[in-house]
């Protein structure tokens, strides 16, 4: 029962001396990795430092620098603007021109058409003069020169001896005018009024007007070139608001100092930094030497155990089971001599690391993590006022430093993290009215001049009145008529002058024979040089009578009509002209102020909505948190974790392999050691004791032999 006893004891304790080593070498194998962790950790922990500051930076200087852009932006529509002024009086005569040429093309036309009747009525007024003389002209020499050859062939006629002349009597008789143009009304009168009309050339002057007409564009661009030059001068400058709102921005006028600061904070902490790694590298030696100490005490922990079990399993070699149980033994002692001589550096180590990593864990990053630290800034009290965010950033309202982590966390703009509309007037900075007025009050000096624009030349305008005034409509055209509707001669000569043959032949005297031939003759020489040219003129005549009975009544209401119509475009044109000018400029101007309320509406949404977006700030701040946090103080605690983990099991470890290593001695040294522990009575009983049933005990059981 005692080895039974024994054995036990020996069996626990060295399953728990294994399970302590396993313990060890666990969290030995979790220190290793943890201390390697925080090592490789600390060298992009530190690059981001600077990395995160050059952040900030940059989240303060770009803040100018896209205000300016913003500004310099208004280049586009003042360019546009400068473009659209280049054409804007060829514009605006454009624009008059298409207007304007439904009424001045159709006017033009009118005036070329009554010039061209102007002129066809004066010429059938003049061949109407000139052939009513010639015809009265002509009838008074021919009247007696029919006379006279009338009564000579009466009295052939009429002689007793001329047979078969009745009937050529009573065409003789007939011999005598028909019509009489000394009836006619005279125009001489008419004449006199229309004398040297017309004097203008009315095709001539048409052409000329409508060049003018059509080059309407191009003198309305030389008449704005002054304007136009002025308004340039108008649009060239930036308003003073947009030229000043990137200067007067909250908090700008600290910028450069936030920046020097910044960038002093970077370049000092590289120093710093530096140390922090070379820190680094001491601890993480010294973190290896321990770790390493504690690799020792497991191994030999590992080899102790080992060579005892080897020997305490040997039964047939006693004598070298005591060597191998005794070189466990010592190797047990000797992972008992590393623990207690590293013992105290590894607690002091674990208490460093534990004081560090954990206050920081426990004050910084848990209350980071949580927000409650941006709670604690935003606690009145807590922090002294001067490192106030609102007294920091110059703004008349209390920001809450919490409430703009979460706001820049998601996305949004300084303006209104910062709540800018209570400090900050961008409206003010937006206005241009003055700009807008000023450009206004140039654009209304444009001015269009369409005087030279005139249906009537004053020659024409005078053939015009005189043609009004002429009475060229009151002539009897009637009486006209009426006489060219008569025979020049009552009676057809060229019939008489065949009938007059025939009765020649016919005649036995020949003597009446001869002298009717020679009437016959004579006859025929008065028509042909007399008669028939007036007969000519009366066609003539009768032609030009016609064409202005039938032209002059609406001659004379279309030259009314004409010089009505020209009377009112001559007022009226420079009014329409004004009016399409002004309707002209108020579009262009409407489109110009919609280019610029296009850009202030943009400038607006980028100052308000895109500009300054202050989510760099949370991400430093994040990016601050998860170096300290996650990259250092995770692994760091981790690291003395482990280092406690295994200090810890080193005094269980120690006492277990003591206890253990006196299995593992000679038997003689065990005795020895057991009857020091037990006294001389025990020793004397022990000693008196016979041996063999130790033997058979040892024969029988593998685990006997203590």
């Known amino acids: 029962m005692e080895h039974e006893a024994m054995a036990c004891e020996r069996g626990v304790l060295l399953a728990f001396l294994l399970l302590t080593t396993l313990v060890l070498l666990v969290g030995l194998v979790y220190g290793f990795v943890t201390n390697q962790r925080v090592h490789e950790e600390t060298r992009p922990s ?139 009304p005279p125009v001489d009168e008419v004449l006199h009024r229309l004398k040297g009309v017309p004097e203008a050339n009315f095709s001539s002057m048409v052409q000329e007007e409508n060049s003018t007409f059509n080059i309407l564009p191009l003198l309305a661009a030389k008449q704005a070139a002054d304007v136009v030059r002025e308004l340039k001068k108008t649009v060239t400058p930036e308003p003073e608001g947009l030229r000043t709102l990137a200067e007067e921005f909250p908090g700008l006028e600290d910028a450069s100092r936030w920046i020097r600061a910044l960038e002093d904070v970077e370049q000092g902490s ?174 209304q000096g444009l001015k269009v001049a369409v005087q030279d624009v005139d249906l009537l030349s004053p020659a024409a305008r005078r053939d015009l009145d005189a043609l009004q005034s002429s009475g060229l409509e009151k002539i009897h055209y009637q009486g006209f008529l009426a006489q060219t509707q008569k025979p020049m001669v009552k009676t057809d000569i060229e019939k008489l002058t065949e009938n007059l043959e025939e009765l020649a032949q016919a005649q036995d005297d020949a003597a009446l024979g001869q002298q009717l031939q020679e009437e016959v003759r004579v006859l025929g020489s008065l028509y042909q040089e007399r008669v028939q040219p007036q007969q000519t003129l009366v066609a003539k005549l009768k032609g030009s009578v016609k064409a202005l009975a039938s032209s002059t009544p609406n001659l004379q209401l279309e030259t009314k009509s004409i010089l009505d119509k020209a009377t009112y475009l001559k007022g009226e044109l420079p009014a329409w002209a004004t009016r399409i000018l002004r309707n002209e400029s108020e579009c262009y101007l409407t489109r110009e102020m919609g280019y610029f309320s296009q850009y202030l509406a943009w400038v607006r949404e980028e100052v308000t909505q895109h500009i300054a977006t202050c989510q760099p700030l949370s991400r430093a701040l994040d990016n601050g948190r998860v170096i300290l946090c996650d990259m250092m103080a995770d692994p760091w605690n981790a690291f003395w974790f482990c280092l406690a983990w295994c200090t810890f099991f080193l005094i269980p470890n120690i006492i277990f392999a003591v206890k253990t290593s006196k299995y593992f001695r000679p038997i003689r040294k065990r005795l020895r050691a057991e009857s020091l522990w037990l006294g001389p009575h025990s020793l004397s009983a022990d000693a008196t004791a016979p041996p063999a049933p130790r033997r058979r005990s040892s024969s029988t059981s593998p685990v006997s032999l203590p």
């Open 270 to 443: 590289r120093f710093y930094l530096q140390e922090v790694q070379r820190y680094e590298r001491y601890r993480w030696i010294v973190g290896c030497v321990l770790c390493s100490v504690i690799l020792l005490v497991v191994v030999c922990n590992l080899l102790g155990l080992s060579l005892g079990i080897w020997g305490l399993s040997a039964r047939k070699d006693p004598s070298h089971s005591e060597a191998k149980g005794k070189t466990g033994a010592c190797f047990l002692m000797i992972g008992v001599g590393f623990s207690f001589l590293f013992a105290a550096p590894l607690i002091l180590l674990v208490f460093a690391t534990f004081l560090v990593g954990g206050n920081v864990q426990t004050l910084l990053c848990r209350s980071w993590e949580s927000q409650g630290l941006y709670k604690f800034v935003d606690t009145p009290g807590n922090l002294p006022p001067s490192m106030n965010l609102s007294h920091l950033l110059g703004l008349k309202k209390n920001i809450s430093f919490l409430t703009a982590y979460q706001q820049c966390k998601e996305g949004a703009v300084l303006w209104n993290v910062l709540q800018l509309n209570d400090s900050y007037d961008l409206e003010k900075h937006l206005d241009i009215s003055q700009y807008t007025t000023k450009l206004q009050q140039e654009l």
């Open 46 to 184: 530190v690059e981001a430092v600077p990395e995160t500051l050059l952040s900030l930076r940059g989240l303060i200087s770009d803040v100018p620098q896209e205000l300016q852009a913003v500004v310099r932006q208004f280049s586009l529509p003042q360019e546009r603007i400068l473009q659209e002024l280049d054409g804007i009086g060829m514009s605006i005569g454009h624009a008059i021109h298409i207007q304007l040429r439904s009424t001045v093309y159709p006017a033009l036309a009118s005036v070329l058409s009554l010039g061209q009747a102007l002129q066809v009525s004066m010429d059938h007024l003049r061949v109407l003069n000139t052939t009513s003389v010639e015809l009265q002209k002509g009838q008074e020499e021919l009247e007696p020169i029919l006379m006279v050859h009338r009564e000579r062939l009466l009295a052939l006629l009429q002689q007793p001896s001329c047979q078969c002349c009745s009937r050529a009597v009573n065409q003789a008789r007939a011999l005598e005018l028909g019509a009489d143009f000394r009836q006619v």
